[in-house]
């Protein structure tokens, strides 16, 4: 069992910048793992923003967030993380990071097992 406890939402301004840290409180990530953000904002649907292999360190990106968002992991502290430069109001969301052992597919055609409570970010 994996458990995932994101931090670093908050408020910015447009055009401002904000890095997201998810942590595996308990369970360990293996290679085998996809890892993702999502978000998801009031009366929307969830959406993936970002998602990274760990076993090699491929990354994906939603064309809303790419040239803006990078995904990054750092194995030795088990944490992921999100950086987002050039925030927009449109990027305001509960953001979400995901976990799950991957067997076959990419990792954006993935069911998710694990989520952390989530981290709010507001931009205005």
């Known amino acids: 069992q994996v458990q995932l406890v994101e931090s670093g939402g908050g408020s910015v301004q447009a055009g401002g910048s904000l890095r997201l840290s998810c942590a595996a409180a308990?369970?360990?990530?293996?290679?085998?793992?996809?890892m993702a953000w999502f978000r998801q904002a009031p009366g929307k649907e969830r959406e993936g923003v970002a998602h990274i292999y760990i076993g090699d360190g491929s990354t994906n990106y939603a064309d809303s967030v790419k040239g803006r968002f990078t995904i990054s992991r750092d194995n030795a502290k088990n944490t992921l993380y999100l950086q987002m430069n050039s925030l927009k109001p449109e990027d305001t969301a509960m953001y979400y990071c995901?976990?799950?052992?991957?067997?076959?597919?990419?990792?954006?055609?993935?069911?998710?097992?694990?989520w952390g409570q989530g981290t709010q970010v507001t931009v205005s």
């Open positions: 995901a976990a799950v052992s991957r067997s076959s597919g990419g990792c954006r055609s993935l069911e998710y097992r694990y």
């Open positions: 308990s369970g360990y990530i293996y290679r085998n793992y996809c």
